[in-house]
């Protein structure tokens, strides 16, 4: 078994779209298939039938994705006191090229969204940063061969 780390925060959003999928969202499909075939007898050229049933087999397919990946998900544990970057941990950093400041929270990579400052400690960015100490440079090589160095200005624990 393959374990997948993941921050708390992320593991109850993972549960929580789980539960939505696997009540909201059946009940959805099954009125969905319900009315289609309500409206037309003959299910073979009924297509929104058709349209239902494939939205049924991807809403499944999620669910049993969804349950996999939590079965086999580790919770991150950062360690606050060691002074390191660490998986659920919340680092704030000066772009030495533009200036720029910005904030991330590195997680793993279940939960990653970079429009949210989620960012998965399996990219390139959060390989740069792992294991990194406040007043160090992070060395960022993008895939496509630009590199960015981050000054880390601060560390902090996400609650």
Do not use: W
């Not at 929580?16 to 499909?29: K, P, S, Y």
């Amino acid at each position: 078994m393959h374990d997948t780390v993941i921050t708390r925060s992320g593991l109850e959003r993972l549960n929580e779209e789980l539960d939505h999928l696997t009540t909201v969202g059946r009940q959805q499909v099954a009125e969905r298939i319900k009315t289609a075939t309500a409206a037309e007898a003959n299910v073979a050229e009924n297509a929104d039938y058709h349209g239902a049933r494939d939205e049924q087999a991807l809403l499944e397919r999620r669910i049993a994705l969804l349950t996999l990946r939590l079965v086999e998900a580790t919770i991150a544990a950062p360690d606050a006191d060691n002074g390191m970057i660490d998986v659920g941990e919340r680092v704030r950093l000066r772009d030495l090229d533009s200036g720029d400041r910005v904030e991330y929270e590195l997680v793993g990579t279940l939960e990653a969204d970079p429009s949210k400052g989620r960012v998965s400690a399996a990219s390139p960015v959060g390989q740069a940063l792992l294991g990194r100490r406040c007043g160090q440079i992070a060395v960022v090589e993008a895939p496509e061969g630009r590199r960015f160095r981050f000054k880390i200005l601060a560390i902090s624990t996400v609650q």
